[in-house]
């Protein structure tokens, strides 16, 4: 990496700190310059979900750096863990590779919008667009469902909803 990539990301990462010293004061706010983004394909809640050896000695780590448990089933062996607005999720044994991970229908306060697209809307929508799928959602379900895909460097992506359809709460 040159030093003008270097120079960007510190300038990115000095941009990114809070003013004070809390993470609330991190959160993003209405601000006039910066209006937020409106995506034409609203893929939900973004997180990391990292494939791991030892849940108990991931999430330990993880807590040394400021996540917190937040959900997951660590008897099934996941955990999903937040730190601001950063979320990871640590799944040991249930796949390979790490993911990034889209969660349509829930919010970062996991909290589950009103209107907001099915994976199955955004399923045709990527068909239209040519997008290869590597897993399908039956496109006549109901209720929670998934598809993933592969971005052109392999990195592999889950979008996965895990609430029912808009129309059906």
């Known amino acids: 990496m040159d030093n003008r990539c270097l120079h960007v990301l510190a300038a990115l990462a000095l941009c990114a700190l809070p003013a004070c010293g809390t993470v609330e004061d991190a959160r993003p706010t209405a601000d006039p310059l910066f209006p937020p983004i409106r995506s034409s394909l609203p893929l939900g809640t973004f997180s990391v979900s990292l494939s791991v050896k030892d849940l108990a000695q991931s999430r330990a780590f993880y807590e040394k750096l400021g996540f917190e448990a937040i959900g997951g089933a660590p008897t099934q062996s996941w955990q999903v863990l937040r730190n601001g607005t950063t979320t990871i999720g640590l799944f040991q044994g249930m796949f390979e590779g790490n993911l990034l991970t889209f969660n349509p229908g829930w919010s970062i306060d996991g909290e589950h919008p009103e209107q907001f697209p099915d994976v199955r809307e ?38 996965d909803q895990h609430v029912p359809r808009p129309s059906q709460r």
Do not use: F, W
Request: overall charge negative; aromatic content about 0%; charged content about 20%.
């Open 122 to 159: 955004l399923q045709a929508k990527l068909d239209n667009d040519g997008v290869k799928l590597m897993t399908r959602a039956e496109p006549t379900s109901n209720g929670p469902a998934n598809i993933t895909l592969m971005d052109p460097d392999g990195n592999v992506i889950l979008i």
